[in-house]
């Protein structure tokens, strides 16, 4: 017995499992080259030679006595203070991730619940604010952030952050919590709620899921963002991301690209994390704005 | 939900939004009409045991930095920067088509002017990636859809890296695999050999190059929104079709992908709006030499290593918000009259 109405046909299967298998290579192969290159020499990993040199490592035995160093780890985390962009990349997102969170809960809530035409125009205008480009947004920053002397520090760009997160945050949200039945809110309310309590005791427990996915989203955007950070945070304040790019400007005429490599691998690694363990909150999430939306 | 409540509901989130989104536009506009403070110049006679005396005009520092301080935001210049040869360059324009050697003489000189340059590369760029990236999403879903479950979660897991990761460090790794010293491009270079092959110094390369990046970050969120449209294709549908003797690839075009048409436009706006952006490929690939885009041109010029271009910045700025506007207008008229249809019933 099937329930698939094809008849099984197995070339087919053949093509279809071979071209998975060719994107799989596509899509992860790339990072798999990376991490392993991160552990060898420049002269192996960018191998003027031949590029078996940096399976084998053969410049990596002679300079270093092992295939395997942790040299360019070194020299991004303790030499060029990474851990610094870590601790700081760590607190944006964090704090970032829960302010969009707690402002996006109260704002999509507000949106799903007020038929009124008022609350469709909001959702409009947040839509082409979604649509900017984020830099357009902080050539518009700076001058005011300088006169108000505020340019520079992580406060300031985990506020602009937030902002910038609302409308996406407030569209998922929105079409999160109109899945959720009004009777539910309604019948606390009956029950002698107020509309804030109905909201924190009744509605809040059973989004959970919601506001996990979207918060993962959040998470993300706060993770990746590269325009902001790397226009708003002086020098001693950057996150990793903007902190990769000035490697890029000082570290590739020194010869010690290895540094950005090994940094960039050590960026990769919660993401990875990240994808392991929410995997199926991140597909619900892309699928849920996609069926609602 | 009565508007009082809604008004203490939406408050935090609205506020945030008119400080940090909308107040910024009135300032790109302010800043847009301004231009910097030109250097102050002072006539200083400077003379040499031998040489005599000569007038000099210097820079006067103290009083170009006083002048700054006093009006940070420049001189008035109404709507100059838009028209200057950094931006719409209209009288550059109008000499270009005066003295032609023909359409492509004159699209080539076109091209040869900043703005233009971006423009074209930012449009190139959004109408070649959003389609494609769509197009190996699809196939992909369709791909994953018919083997064996126990791959398929192994599959989803690799699929969703190039879109997950951030756009700064995906093109960067892929710029060191293709750069000239590592292994993709080794094999480019072994593959036609030519051990002179760079992609880097050549611009038809590089836009190709950036064009692959684009797809295969691209192509991740398409094949996930498919993948999920296709679990719910009706398959009593699929089955008439069988029955009525159609093939696989007209229950394709005829069942799955009419299925697929409300997702596939909100695929396609989402992709528009991210790939309109582009900014991070163009650092990575330290592309600037061939391939410009309007975000990068604002980027460049907020970065200026003298002095940063606030009025040129803002002027890029406020053309491309206008040209998003325009590009995502058949959206709005659609979304809206969307709305208007149900609030009449």
Known sequence: MTSSPARPNYTLTLIATAFVLFWMVVAGFPFLWTTWGSFKVEADFFSRADWSNALSGVNTIRQTGDAFTMDGYKGAWILNDFWRAGLNTMLVTVVVTVLSLVLGTLGGYALARSGYRYAFWILILALVFRAMPHITLVSGYLVPFFQLNIWGTLPTAIIVLVAINQPFTLWMLHSFFLSIPKDLDESAMVDGCTRFQAFREVIVPVMWPGIITTGLFSFLLAYNDFAVTAMLLRQENQTMIPKIASFLGSIESEGNVMFAVSSVVSATVPLFILVMFFQRQIVGGLTAGAVKG | MPHKAFAWF???????????????????????????????????????????????????????????????????????????????????????????????????????????????????????????????????????????????????????????????????????????????????????????????????????????????????????????????????????????????????????????????????????MDNFRVLEPIIGFNAQASATSLSFSIYNDLQAENGQLFASAAATSLLTIALLIVLLFPVLIRTWRDFSRKSAH
């Open chain 2, 10 to 272: 939406i408050l935090p989130s609205a506020l945030a939004m008119i400080l940090f989104i909308a107040l910024p536009l009135v300032s790109i506009v302010v800043q847009s009409l301004y231009i910097e403070h030109p250097q102050v110049l002072t006539q200083v006679e400077s003379c040499s045991p031998f040489g005599g005396c000569t007038m000099e005009t210097r820079v006067d520092a103290a009083a170009t930095a006083a002048l700054r301080d006093a009006q940070p935001l420049g001189r008035f210049n109404g709507l100059g920067t838009y028209f200057n040869r950094s931006h719409l360059a209209t009288r550059e324009i109008a000499t270009i088509l005066k003295d032609t050697d023909g359409i492509a003489d004159s699209l080539r000189r076109i091209y040869q002017l900043p703005f233009y340059r971006a423009l074209l590369f930012t449009l190139c760029y959004t109408a070649v990636v959003t389609p494609l990236g769509m197009l190996a999403g699809f196939w992909i879903a369709l791909a994953v859809n018919r083997i064996p479950a126990v791959l398929k979660g192994p599959v989803i897991f690799v699929s969703l890296l190039p879109m997950i990761i951030t756009p700064l460090i995906g093109s960067l790794v892929i710029y060191w695999m293709v750069n000239s010293r590592g292994i993709l491009g080794n094999l480019l270079q072994w593959v036609t050999q030519d051990p002179t092959l760079s992609i880097a110094a050549s611009g038809p390369l590089t836009w190709l190059t950036l064009f692959l990046y684009g797809i295969w970050i691209a192509a991740p969120f398409s094949f996930v929104v498919f993948y999920a449209g296709l679990q719910t294709v009706p398959q009593d549908t699929l089955e008439s079709a069988m029955i009525d003797g159609a093939n696989r690839w007209e229950r394709v075009r005829f069942v799955i992908i009419p299925h697929l048409v409300p997702l596939a436009t909100f695929v396609a706006l989402v992709q528009l």
